[in-house]
């Protein structure tokens, strides 16, 4: 498991903002980054149609015609493992099952995929690279 760590530009000290307003910065943070890495958006905020379905975040194709689902995490400090150890297990089923309902749309030959996760902190992005898989 790769990752990429990046110093970024933090809002000021002080600002007041909803938890969906943070996460809302924390995606176009992470969506930037990672179109500098050479990745091309596909989909922001995927989500399955009906309840108990799964959303995934960004979807982007890499540089090799992987297309990468990712889920962005923002946490203001790293107290109980940080953003990128958030991503719980039931929060994977999630994301794999919105990425197979997303993989139905592309027919019967799928792309190679992967499952990213970036971690926003303090001002700093950690791109952690097929963090986990589907199986």
């Known amino acids: 498991m790769a990752f990429l760590l990046k110093k970024v530009c933090a809002p000021a000290a002080g600002t007041s ?3 969906k307003s943070r996460g809302d910065a924390a995606e176009e943070v ?3 980054f990672l179109q500098q890495q050479g990745l091309k958006l596909v989909q922001r905020n995927y989500r399955t149609p009906g309840r108990g ?7 982007l194709r890499d540089t090799d015609g992987t297309l ?4 962005v995490r923002q946490r203001a400090s790293e107290a109980h493992g940080g953003a990128a150890a958030s991503v ?3 929060k994977q089923g ?4 919105a990425a197979r309902h997303f993989l139905l749309r592309c027919g019967a030959a799928p792309p190679p995929c ?3 996760v970036v971690a926003v902190e303090r001002g700093n992005v950690q791109w952690l690279r097929a963090a986990f898989d589907a199986g």
């Open 94 to 97: 999630r994301i794999v099952f």
């Open 114 to 116: 992967r499952f990213d």
């Open 17 to 19: 903002t909803s938890s």
């Open 30 to 32: 992470a969506l930037r």
């Open 68 to 71: 990468v689902f990712v889920e």
């Open 53 to 59: 379905g799964g959303e995934i975040d960004l979807i």
């Open 88 to 90: 719980s297990a039931a």
